[in-house]
């Protein structure tokens, strides 16, 4: 299996073990555990958790979309429970495991941080470009964690930045950045852990179908203290204006104006993206969203007159681009007509579809089509 399948932040490389103690010596060896998840043919899965003495039922059970089911596990050897899930479809998958009714983390699989907690997933191999986000024989970049102070909450924040893979070797030259936001429930490292964004950046790179850029990602729970803004979404765009543009265009070798800046994002970092471009179009020219709906007025902006009118829109944006997987319904639908409406009278809007719900595999296809359109 390929490292990036079970790269997480807790490893890089699996090192699972149990120590076993010998009977002449005090030292012990290392025995491998079984892997959480082992893909069979077929959309077959063996999945397997260590349990505890006092395990009676161990469940687990998927997060709906492309795994939808609970599946039960029986006692197998060695303290293994195990099962087989069948009609498990290619791509990412969050599940719960429960023992006695109870959820439990299992050490077997690999963590990722979704719905505002640890949670265990699973690759399975394949889906529409399935080298996409494997760690490949390629040129690798950066990624870095940087901190920075913030103007509404007073705190610091960190902030996580994929540099392309020749930028300590150019020193002179500079890149466009895309500002790159996590789901609600998830956080900034969401795009590096379970997006793989710095893989496909690298591997498209190689390919030579995209330009090179910087990626950073930010914490999207931006709140002012004393509860003005949006309750739901907060003002991270604020935050992006005032803090983090600065800083990054101060401690990186950017291109330092609106054609050069792009912001994208999933679920809530797709309206935090479509609120944030909208509201300060002096800062950026380039906006994607991806499974999180499109809206021309919201707070504070209104931009009903340009998606009229091609001559406003091509003025105001060098990319705007739209995705949805195909089984998020209706909100697929829902964009794809409403963007073929824009494209009829010459408005430029791109729409963007794929096999695919809520998750991952959507996201990682959307983040592809959106960076090859970008800084062109």
Not at 39 to 62: D, Q
Not at 250 to 279: C, E, I, W
Not at 287 to 305: E, H, I, P, Q, W
């Amino acid at each position: 299996m390929n490292q990036a399948y079970y790269s997480y932040p807790l490893f890089f490389d699996d090192v699972h073990k149990e120590l076993i103690w010998g009977d002449r010596s005090k030292t012990g060896a290392y025995k491998p555990l079984r892997q959480g998840a082992e893909i069979l043919p077929e959309g077959r899965v063996r999945l397997n958790f260590l349990a505890p003495e006092n395990a009676e039922t161990i469940t687990v059970k998927g997060w709906g979309g492309s795994m939808p089911d609970t599946y039960e596990l029986k006692p197998d050897q060695d303290g293994y429970w195990s099962c087989v899930a069948e009609n498990i479809r290619d791509g990412f998958h969050y599940c719960d495991f429960y023992v006695n009714g109870v959820k439990t983390p299992n050490i077997l699989m690999p963590y990722g941080y979704g719905a505002f907690s640890p949670a265990n997933f699973f690759e399975v191999p394949g889906g529409i470009d399935p080298e996409l986000y494997l760690l490949r024989d390629v040129p690798h970049g950066t990624v870095r964690m940087c901190l920075y102070p913030c103007t509404m909450t007073g705190k610091t924040r960190a902030v996580w930045v994929y540099t392309p893979p020749k930028y300590d070797e150019e020193p002179e030259k500079r890149y466009p950045v895309l500002y790159l936001q996590h789901g609600g429930g998830e956080n900034e490292v969401g795009w590096v852990w379970q997006g793989k964004i710095n893989y496909i950046a690298d591997n498209l790179l190689s390919e030579g179908r995209i330009k090179e850029m910087i990626i950073v990602m930010n914490d999207g729970y931006a709140f002012h203290p004393d509860g003005s803004g949006n309750p739901a979404m907060g003002d991270l765009d604020e935050v992006l204006v005032q803090d983090c543009i600065p800083f990054i265009d101060k401690k990186f070798r950017t291109v330092p104006d609106r054609h050069h800046r792009a912001m994208a994002g999933l679920s809530m970092g797709a309206m935090q993206s479509n609120m944030g471009v909208f509201r300060n179009t002096d800062y950026f020219a380039n906006a994607g969203m991806f499974s999180g709906g499109f809206r021309l007025t919201g707070d504070n902006y209104d931009l009903r007159d340009v998606f009229e009118d091609p001559e406003k829109f091509h003025e105001l944006f060098d990319v705007c681009f739209v995705a949805s997987g195909e089984q998020e319904q209706p909100m697929c639908d829902e964009l794809r007509e409403m963007i073929r409406k824009q494209t009829e009278i010459g408005v430029n809007t791109v729409f963007y579809s794929c096999p695919g719900y809520h998750e991952w595999d959507t996201w990682r296809n959307a983040a592809r089509h959106f960076m090859e359109l970008l800084f062109r």
